[in-house]
């Protein structure tokens, strides 16, 4: 038997030995490097300008953690008190007023009456209440893996930035790639990747705040409604729909209806319209240019299917593995359009 060959069948045995061990933080290992990845150029720029790299990544773990983490563990641990506080009764006397409500409402809209009322007989209250405390049972017993699972990812993602450059090196040196070629592929990836992941930090935080500062004027939870509105927006067209028309319409139960039409006019023309539209182009171009090192262009609709087929696969943290993916594909496309040239 070849040297080479032995080297190579000890080195399998020993990553399956070593796949076995690290088995149940895979998924945490995962989401690190991907992270990783696609935060390099601003780990690059943060260590340019505090010259330490340990000092870069504690701010980058720090950062991740504000943006990210916290603010997903405050939405699960909102809503888990707000279930395991639910007054039945209270529902249930909410649920006839509306049924009221709407058997009183006008001959002239007698079209959308019936609509509501087809509505209303679909609805199962008993099991639609019974359903929502599963819901909170639910959280209940996962957040603590959740937030395990969270801290496993902010160790492993400082441990990455802090070694990242003398990891990448080492990979590249062992890759059965030319030197040139090992240095396009990871940097194509990561250039990809920073784009797609500063794309969604851009919108979630931008409209969210936009949306959260709004109406926390009417009284409700801004930081909480502000950060589902920010998870709401990366679903194109009707993203914000989803957070908007719901308080409008209980605006308009209670009452209301300057403020309906007031936060549905804000939330079409000043986010959907000109955030949407015209400033969050602008941002993302400024980051574009002055954060990543070559400008690259992404199609919207790439983004959002690899997010939604990403959830639908992976669960929660699909939304980074989807379109890390997917831009990792793009960049071994490239890559292989190289070498088809180079052969031609």
């Given at each position: ?58 701010i980058m773990t720090i ?78 017993k996962n957040s603590a ?22 990891l990448s090196h080492y ?174």
């Amino acid at each position: 038997m070849k040297p080479q060959h032995f080297l190579i069948a000890i080195a399998i045995a020993i990553l399956f030995f070593l796949f076995q061990l690290f088995n149940p933080f895979l998924k945490a290992i995962f989401v690190a490097l991907l992270l990783t990845v696609a935060t390099n150029t601003l780990d690059l720029f943060i260590t340019h300008r505090v010259k330490s790299q340990t000092i870069s990544a504690i701010i980058m773990t720090i950062i991740l953690a504000l943006i990210f983490f916290v603010p997903v563990m405050y939405c699960i641990f909102s809503f888990a008190n707000y279930i395991n506080q639910l007054d039945q009764q209270a529902l249930m006397k909410n649920y006839s007023q509306i049924e009221t409500w709407i058997l009183n409402i006008p001959k002239e809209y007698e079209f959308f009456k019936q609509q509501l009322i087809l509505i209303l007989e679909k609805i199962d209250i008993a099991e639609s209440i019974k359903n929502i405390l599963s819901i909170g049972a639910y959280l209940g017993k996962n957040s603590a893996s959740f937030m395990i699972d969270m801290f496993m990812i902010l160790i492993f993602y400082f441990f990455f930035t802090l070694y990242g450059t003398s990891l990448s090196h080492y990979i590249k040196d062992i890759l059965p790639l030319k030197k040139e070629d090992s240095i396009t592929l990871f940097y194509e990836s990561s250039n990809v990747m920073s784009i797609v992941l500063y794309s969604i930090l851009v919108t979630a935080i931008f409209e969210g705040m936009l949306f959260g500062f709004f109406i926390s004027v009417y009284g409700y939870n801004g930081f909480l409604l502000g950060v589902l509105y920010g998870f709401a927006s990366l679903v194109p067209v009707v993203g914000g729909i989803i957070m908007w028309l719901p308080i409008a319409l209980y605006e308009i139960y209670l009452g209301d209806f300057y403020d309906a039409i007031i936060i549905s006019a804000y939330s079409i023309i000043i986010i959907s319209v000109v955030a949407d539209t015209f400033i969050k182009p602008i941002i993302i171009k400024y980051i574009n240019q002055k954060v990543v090192k070559t400008p690259s262009k992404i199609n919207e609709l790439l983004i959002f299917f690899s997010i939604v087929a990403g959830l639908s696969t992976f669960g929660f943290w699909g939304m980074i593995i989807g379109p890390a993916m997917v831009t990792f594909f793009i960049s071994i496309v490239q890559l292989l359009k190289k070498y088809s040239n180079d052969m031609l």
